[in-house]
């Protein structure tokens, strides 16, 4: 997980850095496989998000899972990653330099009910 942050000491003197966890890490491909595509005939993925208040379906659990990633590995990984970039020699001496962290669409907002409103006729 996080093999990226030794590769600072590659890229010369920059003036600009783009950073993005991958989504692979935090467990993102699992809720694409169990809250989207759902690809396997065989596998029980009910009940269904967001219909599962105590959290028994595979989408659910797929996004706990990734939530618990992003709220503890992702956080002490990022600290940790920020840090080797800010204090690289090179980083460090630059006159300029800017760090762009980037981001992710959300798969899910919780707080709304859209999707609900969307699909009723």
């Excluded at 919780?110 to 969307?118: A, F, G, K």
Aim: charged content about 10%; proline content about 5%.
């Amino acid at each position: 997980m996080y093999s990226g942050q030794n590769q600072i000491g590659q890229v010369g003197n920059p003036e600009f850095i783009t950073l993005q966890v991958g989504g692979n890490d935090m467990g993102f491909f699992d809720i694409a496989i169990n809250c989207i595509y759902q690809p396997d005939s065989a596998e029980t993925y009910d009940p269904q998000y967001p219909e599962d208040p105590n959290c028994q379906g595979a989408c659910c659990q797929a996004i706990q899972k990734s939530q618990n990633n992003i709220d503890n590995a992702l956080n002490n990984a990022l600290t940790t990653t920020l840090e080797e970039i800010l204090n690289a020699p090179h980083v460090a001496k630059a006159r300029f330099f800017y760090l762009y962290l980037l981001g992710y669409v959300h798969f899910f907002n919780v707080d709304t009910t859209w999707y609900v409103n969307s699909v009723q006729t």
